[in-house]
T-cell receptor, first 115, second 109 residues
Framework: DAGITQSPRHKVTETGTPVTLRCHQT?????MYWYRQDPGHGLRLIHY???????DKGEVSDGYSVSRSKTEDFLLTLESATSSQTSVYFC??????????????FGAGSRLTVL | GQNIDQPTEMTATEGAIVQINCTYQ??????LFWYQQHAGEAPTFLSY??LDGLEEKGRFSSFLSRSKGYSYLLLKELQMKDSASYLC??????????WGAGTKLIIKP
């Protein structure tokens, strides 16, 4: 295994509740990413991190926040979940985010359902 | 934003060859990736092309034409385990990946 785990793997929650998804890596990779995957869409980047406390927005960042206080952990928070945030969320890591050969290793995914 | 297009679904026969095409906008190109994703699982890296031509890796090959904004993934000697979605992704000028929606490949005996 690549040493990247996501938790929880499945979660059902209600509209308006806060949700935090955790990504943990043991590879000491600098770059970490949160994507969402929905039918009919490609993977869409939510936020990414290029180091401890260094994060930036992706193309679909509204309604999401992230934190990275340690190299190994990258948290994704939905402050007030909405039904449109029902999705499968993938965390990914890479060694070389700023170069062409940026191969991503993905976690197993977290399936979130917002009722 | 950039568009990246690939067929939604393809069907092929076990033992045959299949070619999955991907087209992308050519501005700000920094590489073309292919990933494989089995149903309910994470995407896994297959190939990376940054120069024109064919890169062969066992039963899988990937081709790139930068001037045409075109890539394809060629799968030979298809096996049932090759049933999966194949994701094409273009790295843009900011080194961000732009993903296609994926091609679901169905292999029939």
């Amino acid at each position: 295994d690549a040493g990247i785990t996501q938790s929880p793997r499945h979660k059902v929650t209600e509209t308006g509740t806060p949700v935090t998804l955790r990504c943990h890596q043991t590879e000491n990779h600098r770059y970490m990413y949160w994507y969402r995957q929905d039918p009919g869409h490609g993977l869409r980047l939510i936020h990414y991190s290029y180091g401890v406390k260094d994060t930036d927005k992706g193309e679909v960042s509204d309604g999401y926040s992230v934190s990275r206080s340690k190299t190994e952990d990258f948290l994704l928070t939905l402050e007030s979940a909405t039904s449109s945030q029902t999705s499968v969320y993938f965390c990914a890591i890479s060694e070389s985010g700023g170069t062409g050969a940026n191969v991503l290793t993905f976690g197993a995914g977290s399936r979130l359902t917002v009722l | 934003g950039q568009n990246i297009d690939q067929p939604t679904e393809m069907t092929a026969t076990e033992g045959a060859i299949v070619q999955i095409n991907c087209t992308y906008q050519t501005s700000g190109f920094n590489g073309l990736f292919w990933y494989q994703q089995h149903a309910g699982e994470a995407p896994t890296f297959l190939s990376y092309n940054v120069l024109d031509g064919l890169e062969e890796k066992g039963r899988f090959s990937s081709f790139l034409s930068r001037s045409k904004g075109y890539s394809y993934l060629l799968l030979k000697e298809l096996q049932m385990k090759d049933s999966a979605s194949y994701l094409c992704a273009n790295m843009d000028s900011n080194y961000q990946l732009i993903w296609g929606a994926g091609t679901k490949l169905i292999i029939k005996p």
